[in-house]
């Protein structure tokens, strides 16, 4: 059974910066695309940013140019650098694989964001 730890969030002021950390645990025979997805209250859960294996990289055009999504294989972990967050990144953000572009795992329990002055 996969486990997917999330990591990282917290409170922090318009235009400053975060760093999500996504650990993957588990019998599983690796994983090829990553995302990091992201629920605001009231709203539906949402793909911002995903990775292939290799490293080639998708963003929601809400983050392009601010999120930076990485992974490392070696440790089984994925990460979002997030810059110049705004009060509309509020939301809990969650990783997992993408398979025929559905979430593959059952998921963690997210990490919260809060961008607040």
């Known amino acids: 059974q996969v486990r997917l730890a999330e990591s990282g969030g917290g409170l922090v002021q318009p235009g400053g910066s975060l760093r999500l950390s996504c650990a993957v645990s588990?019998?599983?025979?690796?994983?090829?695309?990553m995302g990091w997805n992201r629920q605001a209250p009231g709203k539906q859960r949402e793909l911002v940013a995903d990775?292939?294996?290799?490293?080639?990289?998708n963003y929601e055009d809400s983050v392009k140019g601010r999120f930076t999504i990485s992974r490392d294989n070696a440790k089984n972990a994925v990460y979002l650098q997030m810059n110049s967050l705004n009060a509309e990144d509020t939301a809990v953000y969650y990783c997992?694989?993408?398979?025929?572009?559905?979430?593959?795992?059952?998921w963690g329990q997210g990490t919260q964001v809060t961008v607040s002055s």
């Open positions: 588990g019998s599983f025979l690796g994983f090829s695309r």
């Open positions: 990775v292939t294996y290799g490293g080639q990289s």
């Open positions: 997992n694989a993408i398979q025929s572009d559905r979430p593959l795992w059952s």
